[in-house]
């Protein structure tokens, strides 16, 4: 069975400054997709970023990137220029490739980690 | 232009009442979700449909039915609820598994 597990329960940082959020997960599969999702007070869950296991690249987005280290299993967050809008509850998230190109679209969540950016 | 909508946003109701929440998604995906969030703040999946059928099952009480109309909808039908139902729920969509499209949630209250 897959594991997620996020050992900050919550984390703060000064607006416009970088923070790190971490997350390492437990499979023995070799084919999967990580993911961070955002939950802000709205309750809205949101896509920040997602990274396929295959691929060495670190995923980007705007602001957001990732550290992936498959062997490791690890799979890190991290927010540059942190802006207020950042606050939230962020979620790391595993994802088993199932056959062919399909997946059975199964999200295992980590316990969650609440970011506060300071104004 | 809303992919994933929910209804009600927020459910009150005395124990042992039966409810629904029905959920949509005008995004074409094949795929829909139902995924609880306890009062931890913690996700999991409940139920998953591919094209109406029955994929995911994770070991939910069968006093929850979900019903798959069609492929763009799927409502979650919960009798004799329990104080422990309380939570918060998602209905989500996604196409081939690869990106999950979630709804605004619905919060149940059971007093």
């Known amino acids: 069975a897959q594991t997620v597990t996020q050992s900050q329960p919550e984390m703060s940082v000064q607006e416009a400054e970088t923070v790190t959020l971490s997350c390492t997960y437990d499979?023995?599969?070799?084919?999967?997709?990580l993911f961070w999702y955002k939950q802000p007070p709205s309750r809205q869950m949101i896509l920040v970023i997602r990274?396929?296991?295959?691929?060495?690249q670190n995923a980007t987005e705007n602001r957001f990137s990732v550290n992936f280290q498959k062997a490791a299993k690890s799979f890190s967050l991290k927010i540059s220029d942190s802006q207020l809008g950042d606050t939230a509850m962020y979620f790391c998230?595993?994802?088993?490739?199932?056959?062919?190109?399909?997946?059975?679209?199964?999200?295992?969540f980590g316990q969650g980690t609440t970011l506060q950016v300071k104004p | 232009d809303t992919a994933v909508s929910q209804t009600p946003k927020y459910l009150v109701t005395q124990m042992g009442n039966d409810k629904s929440i029905k959920c949509e998604q005008n995004?074409?995906?094949?795929?829909m979700y139902w995924y609880k969030q306890d009062s931890k703040k913690f996700l999991k999946i409940m139920f998953s449909?591919?094209?109406?059928?029955?994929?995911i099952n994770e070991t939910v009480p069968n006093r929850f039915s979900p019903k798959s109309p069609d492929k763009a909808h799927l409502n979650l039908h919960i009798n004799s609820l329990e104080l422990g139902d309380s939570a918060v729920y998602f209905c989500?969509?996604?196409?081939?598994?690869?990106?999950?499209?979630f709804g605004p949630g619905t919060r149940l209250t059971v007093l």
């Open positions: 989500a969509s996604s196409q081939e598994g690869f990106r999950v499209f």
């Open positions: 499979t023995s599969e070799n084919n999967y997709y």
């Open positions: 990274q396929e296991a295959y691929k060495q």
């Open positions: 998230a595993f994802m088993k490739q199932g056959p062919g190109s399909s997946n059975t679209g199964k999200l295992i």
């Open positions: 995004l074409g995906h094949d795929t």
């Open positions: 449909y591919n094209n109406k059928e029955l994929i």
